[in-house]
């Protein structure tokens, strides 16, 4: 028998239905609960306790520090996959065989190039302009040079052709976004490069000049696309879905997921990392003093790139962050002094009372900003990277979101204002 749960209202009792995922997950399904409780509904700010859908994409058990993309363990895929072939995974559900990659990687370099009226739209951008919203605003834009991918009822064809084109032109724009901003020329994508290298090479290369590009510092950001690519129903991804619940396209909807990513509780928390940082560093090193104001809670600060909403535990992108950190800066020859003050911020966080009660732990973004200075990637790119990261997640969630034919997101609320008043004309107030 299917189990149900019991809900008191009034003294009247509802049964509800229990679903139960793969992984043992429970919810209550409250669907008929409005109906038939003549109007009762559920309240729970920042969908703390509430799952908007179900998924096949991402498995994560924040209890146990577990991450898993269809099935595979991030540590697996970090060490072994590569970006591209964690991109066929999310969107198309299983690993891809080799005839199948080959192709996937040509059509995706293949379509590396964007339509040159795109530069016009770049260029009405103040030079100054923060990379996130320019990349927001040109990921938009996509739907004026293809029309067709506006229409809800496209072929699966169609889908297809507009998945590929954001995947191979996001690293175009985010480049090209960063050398408008220094006043250098743009450099155009080379087909005959892999993603990560293209996106290097458009992004510090000098025209006439050499640049080769370290196979160490593409693997590392590789390794950082992988970790980023999907994180379940996260504050972007959300986003991504109920903008395309309301049959909004693939280019809008990422381009609202771009702009929720940015916000410093969520994208955003890699270059605030940073700069509390750098910080820490120039008020002279002393973790303690800072870790107080984080507890204090007449103190706005808070311990950037600690905390998660899911994980009560090790986050395990951080772990395998924290190993690349040491291994890239090592490797680069790089000695970046923030490493020991973010190293010493964790130690002493980790048996700190006041962290461990609440189970903070650091999360992806606490290591990964120094991984990307070491890089020489300024700090307003950070959260662009993370973009260009998460970027197959959300169009695996939206696909999938559209494929089940999910109702328009539209959540309730439970009014707390005045109630009927009277208009008084503005001279008699
Ligand atoms: N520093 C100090 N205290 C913290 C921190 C922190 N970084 N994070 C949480 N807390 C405290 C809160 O003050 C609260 O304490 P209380 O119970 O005494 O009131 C308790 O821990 C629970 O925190 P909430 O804010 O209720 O947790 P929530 O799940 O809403 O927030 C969040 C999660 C936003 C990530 C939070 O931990 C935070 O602000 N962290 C810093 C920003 C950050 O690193 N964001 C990146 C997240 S990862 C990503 O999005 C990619």
């Known amino acids: 028998m299917s189990e ?26 409250i669907g008929k609960l409005r109906a038939e409780s003549g109007g009762v509904i559920t309240l729970d700010y920042g969908f703390k306790n509430t799952g908007s859908t179900t998924s096949s994409i991402t498995f994560l058990d924040g209890e146990k520090g577990i991450l898993r993309y269809r099935g595979y363990p991030i540590e697996q895929l970090a060490e072994k996959s590569e970006f591209l072939e964690v991109a066929y995974l999310l969107i198309y559900g299983d690993l891809p065989d080799k005839e199948t990659y080959e192709k996937f990687k040509r059509e995706i370099s293949d379509s590396y190039f964007v339509h040159e009226d795109i530069k016009k739209i770049m260029d009405g951008f103040p030079s100054n302009a923060h990379p996130m919203g320019v990349l927001s605003s040109v990921a938009t834009s996509l ?14 064809e169609g889908v297809n052709l507009s998945i590929k084109r954001i995947l191979a032109k996001m690293p175009t724009f985010a480049a090209w976004t960063y050398r408008r901003k220094l006043g250098r020329p743009i450099i155009y994508p080379d087909t005959a490069m892999d993603y990560c290298s293209n996106f290097l090479n458009m992004m510090f290369k000098m025209p006439g000049g050499r640049y080769e590009v370290d196979p160490v510092v593409a693997n590392a950001l590789d390794k950082l696309l992988i970790l980023h690519a999907d994180h379940e129903q996260n504050c972007s991804t959300s986003t ?58 007449d103190d706005p600060f808070r311990l950037m790139g600690f905390g998660h909403r899911v994980y009560k535990n090790f986050d395990p992108r951080a772990r395998i962050i924290k190993k690349a950190a040491d291994e890239v800066l090592e490797a680069l020859g790089v000695q970046d002094p923030v490493l020991d003050i973010a190293k010493g911020l964790e130690e002493v966080a980790l048996s700190d009372d006041y962290f461990v009660e609440r189970k903070l732990y650091p999360n992806v973004d606490f290591y990964s900003g120094i991984i990307y200075r070491a890089m020489q990637i300024p700090v307003d790119m950070f959260t662009v990277i993370f973009a260009l990261g998460r970027l197959p997640g959300w169009i695996a969630q939206w696909k999938e979101m559209r494929e089940n034919g999910e109702p328009i997101g539209r959540p309730r609320q439970i009014y707390v204002g005045h109630t009927n008043r009277t208009y008084q004309p503005i001279n008699e107030r």
């Open 4 to 29: 149900k749960a019991k809900v008191i209202v009034d003294g009247k009792e509802f049964e509800l239905p229990v679903i139960t995922g793969t992984e043992n997950e429970k919810a209550i399904d």
């Open 143 to 156: 739907t004026a040079f293809y029309p067709a991918s506006l229409d809800p009822n496209r072929s699966p």
């Open 240 to 297: 991504v879905r109920i903008t395309g619940s309301s049959r909004g396209s693939l280019y809008t909807s990422i381009s609202a997921g771009i702009n929720a990513l940015w916000g410093p509780l969520h994208g955003g928390a890699n270059m605030a990392v940073i700069e509390m940082l750098e910080n820490i560093r120039m008020d002279g090193g002393d973790t303690k003093k800072w870790m107080d104001k984080a507890k204090d809670k």
